[in-house]
């Protein structure tokens, strides 16, 4: 995990609102420190560009995600990296839950900002006026997609309209502002409003994947409405961009390609992390130097994900996510007690070529929207399993050297075993199991699922249970240091 400076989210609206210096120490260009500054819509332009756009990432939540689920094993290189949170260890001090949280309200901190400095830009020709609405248009798709993200981590259902969300902060809040948490429908009013103004004024000419565009705004509410359970509306803005935006599921040279950030590949929305700049570097979640066995692996992948990506021939994602510089001990099934000596390098984040373990980040892909609509086959108020099982194969055809058989399904619980199977496979290390087993678990029948080889401690349990409360975040405890009144709202189990 990237180190960031440890504060108190409301001593960053102190910092925020008196000089808007960066909360996690990061420069970026275009960066405007005061309203003075904003004078033309260029100058909104360059501090959307240089101060909101560069702050989107996922890599904490990448790692998170990998290490506390069944993404990853306890690499040759590891000299403690990640062991506690490996074997469970989390609660409201941890640093993933405070970064995730500083992280997505910077964001949205810095997008109201922007609104609220807007009214200082006076246009005079409709080009002008144009442009700053749709500038608006990208911000505000930027903080709904923050929101989307906290709700994620720190809400305990998703699905409950009345369940406790995260703080509702669409304002430059004072030095003394204490917000509660409000219910999840608070948020969501938020998102939808941000999310029409987008489809209202973003600019045509707005396609570039690694800027918002209209793809990205229906990727959003597809996502978060499946996470809601509403399948009606899922399901038609997952097919929105999958008939809209001209993409197609890859072939395995597209598919290798992508992963390199040598083409677009299938990718809607990549935060671009380019070779040059102090960006993060997403494999740094897993390496010391490089991805390859001898790059000082502190993390490798799990067995059983290993073995799961191999399962069915001519499946291309082994070879794509699994360096060739792995080394396979098979000795541990004939011998639990042993310990082994894999180097299974986790190879889906190749690097650059002069920043070997930087990506661009991809938060967005369209085997996700095949796998919502799937979903939603399943989900809906009446089930077609027949069709879930077509999107399905879509994705295994495509990630396969030949055409893959139709899945068969008996009932709804095969058909979720099997498409959290898929997402498992094709979504590892993006930040998406976590959730998913938050999600689908009780109706797979399924929950984390480690080999005995992925710690060098034989007895570290396999798996949770998918009703355990580590499933949710933990408000963290920095945060309601700062607000007490945050502290009766605090999570269960924390």
């Known amino acids: 995990m990237k180190k960031i400076k440890k504060m108190l989210f409301f001593s960053l609206i102190v910092i925020f609102t008196a000089s808007c210096d960066d909360a996690i120490e990061i420069v970026q260009d275009g960066e405007i420190n005061n309203e003075t500054s904003f004078k033309t819509v260029a100058n909104l332009r360059s501090y959307l560009n240089g101060d909101i756009y560069g702050r989107v990432d996922i890599g904490n939540e990448i790692a998170f995600t990998s290490i506390f689920t069944d ?13 506690e949170l490996h074997r469970y260890f989390f609660n409201a001090n941890d640093g993933y839950a405070e970064a995730i949280w500083l992280n997505n309200y910077t964001i949205i901190n810095r997008v109201n900002r922007l609104i609220e ?17 749709s500038i608006l248009a990208e911000a ?4 709904a997609l923050s929101y989307l993200k906290l709700m994620t981590y720190y809400s305990e259902d998703m699905s409950d309209d ?8 669409d304002f430059v809040p004072t030095i003394d502002t204490k917000l509660p948490r409000v219910a999840n429908s608070q948020i969501y009013n938020l998102m939808e409003g941000d999310l029409l103004f987008a489809e209202n004024n973003l600019l045509p000419s707005s396609v570039n994947y690694k800027y918002v565009t209209a793809n990205l705004v229906n990727a959003i509410r597809a996502r978060m409405y499946l996470y809601r359970k509403d399948y009606v509306l899922a399901k038609q803005y997952a097919q929105a961009v999958i008939t809209g935006s001209g993409l197609s599921l890859s072939n395995t040279a597209q598919y290798t390609q992508m992963w390199r950030d040598l083409a677009q590949g299938e990718v809607i929305f990549a935060a671009s992390r380019p070779s040059a700049g102090a960006w993060s570097n997403v494999a740094s979640n897993f390496f010391f130097n490089t991805t390859t066995a001898t790059g000082g692996a502190f993390l490798d992948m799990g067995r059983n994900l290993f073995n799961e990506l191999g399962s069915v021939s001519g499946d291309i994602r082994r070879t794509v996510f699994v360096d060739g510089t792995s080394t396979i001990d098979a000795t541990y099934l004939t011998n639990p007690n042993y310990i082994n000596s894999d180097v299974l390098v986790i190879d889906k984040y190749p690097g650059k070529a002069s920043q070997p373990l930087r990506n661009d980040l991809k938060l967005f892909r369209l085997s996700e929207m095949y796998f919502i609509l799937a979903e939603c086959e399943v989900g809906g108020a009446t089930p077609n399993l027949v069709q879930a099982a077509t999107y399905i194969q879509a994705v295994r055809t495509a990630r396969n050297t030949v055409a893959q058989p139709l899945p068969v399904y008996g009932t709804p619980q095969a058909a979720w075993a099997d498409i959290l199977l898929e997402r498992r496979k094709e979504l590892c290390f993006e930040g998406h199991r976590y959730i998913d087993i938050k999600r689908l678990g009780a109706l797979a029948n399924a929950s984390i699922d480690r ?16 009703t355990d409360y580590r499933f949710t975040f933990p408000i963290p405890q920095s945060e309601i240091a700062g607000n007490l009144q945050l502290q009766q709202q605090q999570n269960t189990g924390y």
Not at 71 to 83: H, I, K, M, T, Y
Not at 117 to 133: F, H, I, M, R, W
Not at 162 to 169: D, E, I, K, N, P
């Open 71 to 83: 993404e990853v094993g306890v690499g040759p290189s590891n000299g403690g990296q990640a062991l």
């Open 117 to 133: 400095v807007s009214n200082l830009v006076v246009t005079t020709n409709p080009t002008d006026e144009a442009e700053k609405q």
């Open 140 to 143: 505000r798709t930027l903080r």
């Open 162 to 169: 009345s369940a406790l969300g995260v703080l509702l902060l």
């Open 451 to 466: 080999n005995i080889t992925d710690d060098i401690i034989n007895s570290t349990p396999l798996t949770l249970p998918v």
